[in-house]
């Protein structure tokens, strides 16, 4: 009987790499446990810091397949032979290929952005409270990744379609800016739990304001 429950003990015990993190994330809460306003500012500023550099240590990696990311970001309307991608400056490539690594970038560094969320919020919880850091930052990251891949795979798909077929029903060319395009992917793969941005923002431009202004005053 006593090595049963021996045996069961040792099964539910955690995995050491676990218990490291979650020791060390309630050793930065505890030694946070007072703080004044101006140590709440620094150590936000602390926490903004490490998450800039996470990003740019992402961006770093990401830039080196900077032209897979910007095939997979382009991929959905490129499948599309009746469309033309176009831009319409030279600069605009780059810009491009900028947009696509640092989208890139942020989903890879989710977890170490939330992490260092929880670190900060972490002092203001209470003992119990904090057990939850490592599901928090899993979980969240999960939740991330996943609705990008839901905007990615789904959400987006089916809007562009649904325009594209559109345009064609109405025997006109598709020729689609590319900086317009990646607007309206990056909208989408951002919120897809949200909503849906609204197409016609990207199809058609605000009216000058200026110009009906004067028209007004011509009146």
């Known amino acids: 009987m006593s090595a049963i429950t021996h045996a069961s003990g040792l099964s539910r015990t955690p995995r050491p ?3 490291t993190i979650f020791k060390g994330l309630i050793a930065v809460s505890a030694m946070a446990q007072e703080m004044t306003f101006i140590e709440h500012l620094e150590e936000l500023r602390r926490r903004i810091v490490w998450a800039v550099v996470s990003i740019a240590a992402a961006f770093a990696v990401c830039w080196m397949f900077a032209d897979e990311l910007y095939n997979i970001a382009s991929a959905p309307i490129r499948s599309n032979p009746a469309v033309t991608l176009s831009v319409s400056r030279p600069q605009d490539i780059f810009a491009l290929n900028m947009k ?3 989208v890139a970038a942020i989903f890879f560094a989710a977890p170490l952005i939330l992490t260092q969320a929880w670190l900060f919020i972490s002092p203001g919880l209470h003992p119990h409270e904090r057990r939850y850091a490592i599901p928090f930052v899993l979980s969240a990251s999960v939740l991330f990744i996943t609705g ?11 809007a562009l379609r649904f325009l594209l077929d ?8 598709p020729i689609i800016d590319a900086v317009e395009y990646f607007d309206l992917f990056f909208s989408i793969i951002r919120r897809p739990r949200h909503r849906v941005p609204d197409p016609w923002r990207h199809l058609c431009p605000q009216p000058d304001r200026t110009v009906s202004a004067k028209l007004l005053w011509a009146t």
């Not at 990008?148 to 089916?158: C, L, M, S, T």
């Not at 559109?166 to 060319?173: E, G, K, M, R």
């Open 100 to 102: 696509v690594t640092l």
């Open 148 to 158: 990008g891949a839901f905007g990615y795979y789904i959400a987006f798909p089916a």
């Open 17 to 19: 790499w676990v218990t």
């Open 166 to 173: 559109w345009i064609v029903a109405s025997h006109l060319t």
